[in-house]
């Protein structure tokens, strides 16, 4: 267990090097911290000593380690826009970007195991084929899309009567097609603060519901990925000889599915999909720009079209930083669940 | 192709003998998604010539016809069957146009992508030892850091470097090389996955004990034992690039409004969604919805005919 | 009445092309402790054979027909439910390959101890003992570290050994044993036959051994059953077949046996291989590979191209050959006359 600790630390750190580079030499090639700080009135030569003061005529390694040292540190140095150290801004939208992202991945998990192990159960009823249709369809809708018709069904309603209002049917279809809107579909609300610059929604049902709709759009990309996985893996599960034996041993069919074959099925679908849960991080980019949720994906965004690079160089390592920490979580809950990965710290 | 007569069976007849073929006239859906596909390629690439305006032309455009609805709503004017947008550019020539961005980098992407992604997994496959690891390290980072991530992270550099004009004039090749670069690892890793298996096997010892070129061994002969995941994994690329592309251009680091792709005409319509105006949005959307689906079907039925070994992940 | 009668079985797959028939009118019986064989190449349906008598074969596979009847109860059409107190309690299984067997995620004990409750009230921890004392019983080292193991801390004798005394578990009639050697080295397994064969003859269990290596049979079964394409081809005293084989297929697996052959010579083979289940021959599925279609005097039978052979009794065992079926015929005419 202690070596398999170390190996994924180093695997880690390794990550994070490449990350730091790739910003470093963002940081490097793009921002000019001169030019922000003095602006365009003063002469070339002041430039210059200043250029000189700050170590910016160092040679790339120096930089580059004076680079990693401050990151080592959480220090980026300040946003343009802000005028605040980087870490504080991106610190201050982080909460709003973790709950929108612990909110989606809660509908996720919730909705895509019953449902994947349903169609891998009865893969001919028309129930599954009805999940399995709406999957595919699913994942070819961007998640903006699916964000902007959410707020058209829900926040700004749909009334429409194509139908004969005067029958019965017509009125009852109608009705079906009408929605009343209302939903809160911009920004956050007034969140509960906690502790620090931490506000969350979960706190209120007034919060709750500004989560509702950017939760479900940011859940709606991964919850057709992770139901046609589940599904794939526990057919082939249940293909498998352990699975016949356990059948031929008289086993009840609900421990099979739900002891032998889930369990053997959530190996797989653990390693992809707590991988796939880091990248919704970058979804949320998507999701905070169409409902103005107030966190880190729309910082970014207003980063680049500011050219803010101090700003963007910190959303990287941090946002690289979330995807290694969850990458090796992901590992270390593999490692407790699959009994083949512990052969290292086994007593002998 | 003269010499085909004389073989015994032409490769057409072997087509037409083939399960692939076979099972394709057992699968209605698989039949819709290829009409479908081929009508709005068709449509796309004919959209010059079937267009009842140019949207790239400023002076067939009318401002005072703006925001103009669809045909079935009230206050729709004949002229323009599917409305007009902001700009009062009819909508149904935009989103022909714009299909047809779409398209062009969705195809783009995948070739550059292909292209890097195999001869990347073949040198990986092949070699092993140190090229591989490094190759497949990198392949690791960029899939966890998700390939959206890497799109908007290297489409926001090179807006950056180049400024905003400039990117939007080199707009098509520029998001064909963005989306190229994010998307390699899932071509690699397939590609060494099945470079792996084809290694072991004893027609490349044979090929290597003749004196074969390694360059020779692999693209002679274990590539073509490649294609079929290939060829499942670019149909699921195809509509992955499309969607990436319209993300980007959602997020304004794509296509411009000028000349617009089905992501960036999502982008301007989404502003008048408040005002009323859903259909500068959504019907662009059904479009980009239809044109998705339509190859993920695709896909899927190609992937359960060939039933390659894929990459899981 | 015997303890199991399986009377013209038969199972298909449906296919897109249509069903194919992977077991025709297969019949046999296994009395009390008795131990059977049935040997065929891969593909003649002896697996199919083997899960049909629990009713495990997976989709599309189904039965079509038939009756199997277990001491006195049929099996075919029973609920789910039913067939489950059967399977793992009165009959049990032990599969091909024992790395594959074993859920990879459970414990030895979990494994065993979930077999024991799915058939009786019994707590955890008699359940443990029970287990232990098989293990101890399928001698296999420090039994009692094992049930806190999981199948990947075992080696494949070991684990095969596990599935031994999960299969005895619950001191059931009869042990299906599909193969339960192949997949393991060949010094061990002699070693895990000897144990299985042990075990059954010590607590009386009937064995149903499916299994191409014609040695193992001839060594452990009192009664055997040869099969071709899905057919029962010949049957009887496992001793009687093998040293007078009637049916010429019975005939060319035993001379293909390297021991058959002459020091210095060429293994005898049987020409060609089985056909597929979709596309059988005419007649006498085996027929195409058989060297006694042409009489003797060079003429032609053409029953075996035509007709599918009836089962002949020849002592004390049957085969389904037109040439066997001549044979005795020729042999009572003669016989016939001098009584007149």
């Not at chain 2, 980009?288 to 689906?293: E, F, N, S, T």
Request: with cysteine; hydrophobic share 50%; charged share 15%.
């Amino acid at each position: 267990m202690i070596a398999f600790l170390i190996k994924r630390l180093f695997h880690a750190l390794l990550v994070m090097f490449v990350i730091s580079v790739i910003a470093f030499a963002i940081q490097d090639n793009l921002g000019d911290p001169i030019q922000q700080m003095v602006g365009q009135s003063v002469p070339e030569s002041e430039r210059e000593a200043l250029r000189e003061e700050l170590g910016l005529n160092d040679p790339f390694l120096v930089q580059y380690l004076r680079f990693a040292v401050n990151a080592a540190h959480f220090d980026f140095g300040y946003s343009y826009v802000f005028n605040q150290p980087t870490t504080d801004v991106v610190l201050r939208h982080l909460p709003a970007t973790l709950e929108l992202v612990a909110a989606a991945t809660f509908l996720i998990i919730v909705l895509s195991v019953p449902i994947g192990v349903y169609s891998a159960i009865k893969p001919r009823a028309w129930l599954s084929r009805f999940f399995m249709g709406v999957s595919i369809v699913g994942i070819s809708i961007p998640v903006f899309l699916t964000a902007i018709v959410l707020i058209q069904l829900f926040a700004i309603g749909v009334s429409w009567t194509p139908f004969p209002a005067d029958t019965g049917w017509g009125a009852w279809l109608n009705d079906l097609i009408t929605t009343e809107g209302g939903m809160p579909a911009y920004g956050r609300g007034d969140p509960v603060p906690v502790f620090g610059t931490w506000e969350t929604n979960f706190a209120s049902l007034e919060g709750l519901s500004y989560l509702v709709l950017p939760a479900i759009s940011l859940a709606s990309i991964m919850l057709p990925l992770f139901i046609r996985l589940i599904r794939a893996e526990m057919l082939e599960v249940l293909q498998s000889d352990y699975v016949k034996f356990a059948r031929a041993k008289g086993i009840s069919p609900r421990r099979i599915y739900f002891l032998h074959a889930l369990k053997n099925t959530m190996l797989p679908v653990i390693t992809v999909g707590g991988v796939q849960i880091g990248t919704l991080v970058a979804y949320t980019i998507l999701t905070e720009t169409v409902f103005q949720w107030p966190g880190m994906g729309l910082m970014f965004l207003d980063a680049i079209e500011r050219s803010d690079i101090p700003l963007i160089v910190t959303y990287l390592m941090i946002v690289g930083l979330i995807f290694v920490i969850t990458n090796t979580l992901v590992d270390l809950i593999y490692g407790l669940i699959n009994p083949t990965v512990k052969l290292t710290g086994k007593p002998a | 192709m003269t010499t085909l007569t004389s073989r015994p069976k032409s490769r057409w007849e072997r087509f037409c003998d083939s399960y692939l073929l076979y099972s394709f006239k057992r699968d209605l859906i698989a039949q819709i998604s290829l009409l479908v596909f081929i009508a709005l390629v068709a449509v796309a690439v004919l959209a010059p010539w079937l267009a009842p305006m140019n949207p790239y032309d400023l002076s067939q455009i009318d401002i005072l016809a703006s925001e103009l609805p669809p045909f079935w709503v009230d206050g729709s004017d004949p002229a323009y069957l599917m409305g007009t947008d902001a700009q009062g550019r009819d909508l149904l020539s935009t989103i022909l146009y714009g299909a047809r961005v779409s398209l062009i980098i969705g195809f783009g992407a995948v070739l550059m992508q292909a292209t890097l992604g195999v001869c990347f997994g073949l040198l990986a496959g092949y070699l092993g030892g140190r090229v591989d690891a490094f190759l497949m390290r990198l392949a690791d980072i960029q899939l966890s850091f998700s390939t959206l991530m890497v799109a908007i992270v290297v489409g926001a550099l090179f807006k950056a470097i180049f400024g905003g004009g400039t990117f939007s004039d080199y707009a098509v090749p520029l998001l064909v090389l963005i989306i190229g670069l994010a998307e390699w690892p899932q071509y690699a890793r397939t590609v060494r996955a099945s470079v792996l298996a084809e290694k072991g096997k004893e027609y490349v010892d044979a090929a290597r004990v003749m004196g074969l070129s390694s360059r020779r061994i692999m693209f002679r002969h274990i590539l073509p034992n490649t294609l079929s995941p290939i060829f499942v994994i670019s149909t699921v690329q195809v509509a992955n690039a499309i969607i990436s592309e319209a993300a980007l251009s959602f997020l304004g680091l794509g296509m411009p409004e000028t000349q617009p792709s089905l992501g960036s005409l999502i982008k301007s319509g989404f502003d008048y969604l408040q005002s009323g105006s859903w259909w500068i949005t959504l019907i662009p959307g059904v479009v980009l919805v239809v044109l998705v689906l339509v190859i993920n079907l695709l896909g899927d039925w190609l992937r359960d005919v060939l039933n390659p070994r894929l990459y899981k992940g | 009445m015997s303890l199991l009668d399986v009377n013209h079985l038969d199972v298909r797959f449906a296919l897109r092309g249509g069903d194919v028939r992977a077991l025709r009118d297969v019949c046999f019986s296994l009395d009390r402790g008795e131990r059977l064989g049935i040997v065929g190449e891969s593909g003649a349906g002896k697996s199919v054979a083997a899960f049909s008598l629990l009713n495990l074969i997976a989709k599309p596979g189904y039965i079509a027909g038939g009756s199997i009847c277990f001491d006195g109860q049929e099996l075919i059409g029973l609920s789910d439910r039913k067939l489950r107190k059967v399977r793992g309690h009165r009959m049990s299984m032990i599969f091909q390959d024992p790395m594959m067997t074993l859920n990879p995620v459970l414990t030895i004990g979990e494994q065993m101890v979930e077999c024991l409750k799915a058939h009786r009230r019994i707590s955890t921890r008699e359940a443990r003992s029970i287990s232990l004392n098989k293990l101890q019983q399928v001698q296999i080292p420090s039994p009692e570290a094992r049930l806190d193991q999981y199948p990947h801390e075992l080696s494949g004798g070991m684990r095969q050994r596990v599935i031994i005394a999960i299969a005895l578990l619950l001191d059931p009639d009869v042990i299906i044993a599909d193969e339960p050697t192949t997949a393991l080295d060949v010094t061990i397994q002699a070693e895990i036959m000897a144990l299985l064969l042990e075990l059954c003859e010590k607590h009386n269990v009937g064995l149903i051994l499916i299994t191409h290596d014609l040695g193992v049979v001839s060594q452990v079964t009192q009664r055997m059953l040869v099969m071709y394409a899905g057919r029962v081809i010949e049957q009887g005293p496992t001793r009687e077949i093998i040293n007078d084989p009637q049916h010429p297929y019975t005939q060319g697996l035993i001379n293909a046996l390297p021991q058959m052959a002459t020091p210095g010579s060429r293994l005898n083979q049987i020409p060609g291989s089985m056909p597929s289940l979709s596309n059988l021959p005419s007649g006498c599925a085996f027929h195409p590979r058989c060297a006694f279609v042409e009489r003797a005097d060079g003429s032609r039978r053409q029953a075996c191209h035509d007709q599918v052979p009836e089962f002949v009794t020849s002592g004390n065992c049957q085969a389904a050959c037109h040439m066997v079926a001549e044979m005795i015929e020729s042999e009572r005419i003669p016989a016939e006359e001098q009584d007149r």
